[in-house]
């Protein structure tokens, strides 16, 4: 039972790339949910899904967007990356309250 | 809308003694509310969560929290903290109607020898 997987883990970016971050849970989990943690600002919800199909914005959406086309995947796309996109990634997923973490992915933006 | 405030950014205690971490929310409804705390380094992993009933909840490693509806507020506590307790910690609310969580910025514990 992996839980939630992200791939990759750290990722070097120059300005104006783009890239996507994959997440994907074993768990049959309905919700899932991508989360920048930078410095002092603790954890800020990017985007989330309530379920296969959906997607909704979180505190933090732009410059970014998410697709939830496998209730398994929730995948974070950056489509032209800024150096203030520099952060930790987290996705997590639940059934409904305890949110389950992935591992991170590292990513600088040059 | 939700947010959740945590004053502390930082907190040193010594080793051996209390601790309160503080967390404030904002929210409409009655809240789902949680701590998780993040070893450095580390993804995060829940300490506990209050979901309604006994306003005083137990959680892992010997914390507590207790919800003040009156005071918006859901303190973390620990009464003898271990070297190992430093980390950081997250205040979270949610809702079962929007399954939207919010996390505070955090608060940074150091334990003194």
């Known amino acids: 039972n992996a839980g939630v997987t992200q791939t990759p883990k750290f990722r070097v970016l120059k300005t104006g790339q783009s890239m996507t971050l994959l997440c994907a849970q074993d768990?049959?989990?309905?919700?899932m949910y991508w989360y920048r943690q930078d410095p002092g600002m603790g954890l800020r919800l990017i985007h989330y899904s309530v379920g296969e199909g959906t997607t909704a914005k979180g505190e933090v959406p732009d410059g970014y967007n998410v697709s939830r086309l496998k209730k398994q995947n929730f995948l974070l796309g950056l489509e032209s990356a800024a150096p203030s996109q520099t952060s930790v990634y987290f996705c997590?997923?639940?059934?409904?309250?305890?949110?389950?973490f992935g591992s991170g992915t590292q990513l600088s933006v040059l | 809308a939700q947010s959740v405030t945590q004053p502390d950014i930082h907190i040193t205690v010594s080793e051996g003694a209390s601790l309160e971490l503080r967390c404030n929310y904002s929210y409409g409804a009655t809240p789902y509310l949680f701590w998780y705390v993040q070893s450095p380094g580390q993804g995060l992993q829940l300490l506990l969560k209050?979901?309604?009933?006994?306003?005083l909840v137990q959680g892992i490693k010997g914390f507590e929290a207790e919800f003040k509806r009156s005071q918006s507020s859901f303190n973390l506590r620990k009464p003898s903290v271990h070297w190992s307790d430093a980390a950081e910690y997250f205040c979270a609310v949610g809702s079962s109607g929007t399954y939207k969580y919010i996390f505070g910025t955090g608060t940074r514990l150091k334990v003194l020898a």
């Open positions: 768990m049959n989990h309905e919700y």
């Open positions: 209050y979901f309604s009933g006994d306003t």
């Open positions: 997590a997923s639940t059934p409904g309250a305890k949110l389950f």
